[in-house]
């Protein structure tokens, strides 16, 4: 939807100029009106695509918010699902533990169980080990007798109360094993469900990171819209300053010139078209790219560097140092200067800097102090420093 929106604004605002673009003669046949219509619509259309850019910006900013809180909500699960997995396998260990000591005690018990048994059957048994009945009456005497008694009942109540304590203490750790399965229970649930909630959290992650993506498409598209209608609006102020010029030129050579003078006149200084135009517009995609010394790609261009990279994409080679390129092509009149020609600056050293020239007293080029950029040579720094060196490569 985004890149039909984009061709739709471009048709609007584009590609009914590009047939003027590209002929040197026709933009003659339109008034001066005509043009500087033709140009509001295209700022216009700039101030739209502007405006979608910054509010494409702040959308992307909110969600760059929300990936960062999903991030955080992620990492937080992770931590609790790390915790509760440690206290599943401690729990465990406990689980088994309590076990082990249930069994150990079922068997003291048991072993308990077996001997007051054999007590009692030897109590029932005429003959043969009879246990207490032989302590008790192999007394001396009745107090030795009361004695042995007393004795033997004390070592029974004593079995008993063992017995009775070890049931206890088996009750107790088995009510514990109980509330330590629970738990072990609800851990594992807190587990299953802190899988699902990590599940979610990833699906949302995923989809914004899309919609992140989706989002840096359509900032760079609008942007790519933007750099286009620039291109254009720059080629329309070449245009307007060649019909004002060819208007005044003109009139001061005949109070009753017609049009179709203008048209003869024009043709003589056309717009850059064919290789020289795309080497022209191959620089607006990259504007903002930093200066780099000894730059000559879209990574970071110098300035001569910049200049014999953008007539390259034209399939036209020049040198890439500002050295050979002042004496490169033909040196024409500041007068007669066309877009496409180079422009040569007295900066650090004489022609130290150079551009392109795009029409409208403008040129295209890279600077260290802002990058690739379009700059007026009109008016202050750069009007300052340029000495009227032009060449023309074609």
């Avoid at 471009?10 to 933009?27: D, E, K």
């Avoid at 070890?166 to 330590?180: H, I, S, T, Y």
């Avoid at 020049?318 to 033909?330: C, K, N, R, V, Y």
């Amino acid at each position: 939807m985004l890149k039909k929106s984009i061709v739709t604004m471009t048709t609007v605002a584009v590609v009914g100029l590009s047939s003027t673009f590209l002929t040197g003669t026709a933009y003659a046949e339109r008034s001066a009106s005509q043009i500087s219509n033709e140009r509001s619509e295209i700022k216009a259309d700039l101030s739209d695509a502007e405006a979608k850019i910054a509010d494409a910006l702040i959308e992307l900013k909110d969600l760059e918010k929300q990936i960062k809180q999903v991030d955080d909500a992620l990492a937080d699960n992770e931590k609790q699902m790390k915790d509760t997995k440690d206290k599943i396998a401690s729990t465990k260990k406990e689980v088994d533990k309590l076990e082990k000591e249930i069994v150990k005690l079922e068997d003291e018990i048991e072993k308990r169980y077996e001997i007051l048994r054999d007590r009692i059957v030897s109590y029932q048994k005429s003959g043969g080990d009879i246990g207490y009945l032989e302590v008790i009456f192999g007394s001396k005497d009745f107090g030795d007798f009361i004695s042995r008694v007393s004795a033997v009942s004390k070592i029974a109540d004593s079995d008993t109360d063992l017995m009775k304590e070890q049931e206890e203490a088996k009750a107790e750790l088995e009510k514990k094993q109980d509330k330590v399965k629970k738990k072990l229970d609800g851990l594992n649930e807190m587990k299953v469900e802190l899988e699902g909630m990590q599940e979610l959290i990833i699906e949302q992650r995923e989809q914004n990171e899309k919609k992140k993506e989706e989002l840096k498409e359509k900032v760079q598209d609008l942007k790519d819209l933007k750099a286009e209608l620039k291109i254009k609006d720059n080629n329309l102020a070449a245009i307007q300053a060649e019909v004002d010029r060819s208007v005044s030129d003109d009139q001061s050579s005949s109070d009753g010139g017609k049009l179709t003078q203008l048209s003869s006149k024009s043709s003589s200084k056309p717009v850059a078209s064919g290789n020289l135009s795309t080497a022209i517009n191959a620089g607006y995609k990259y504007l903002g790219v930093p200066y780099v010394w000894g730059g000559g790609s879209p990574s970071g261009f110098d300035c001569s560097g910049f200049v014999s990279w953008a007539f390259g994409q034209a399939g036209i080679s020049i040198p890439s140092s500002t050295a050979a390129l002042q004496s490169t092509g033909s040196r024409v009149s500041y007068s007669n200067i066309q877009p496409g020609d180079l422009v040569f600056f007295n900066t650090y050293k004489t022609n130290g800097h150079v551009g392109i020239y795009v029409g409208g007293g403008k040129f295209i080029g890279s600077q260290n102090s802002t990058g690739l950029a379009v700059a007026d040579m009109t008016s202050g720094y750069w009007k300052n420093h340029f000495a009227g060196h032009v060449r023309r490569v074609r």
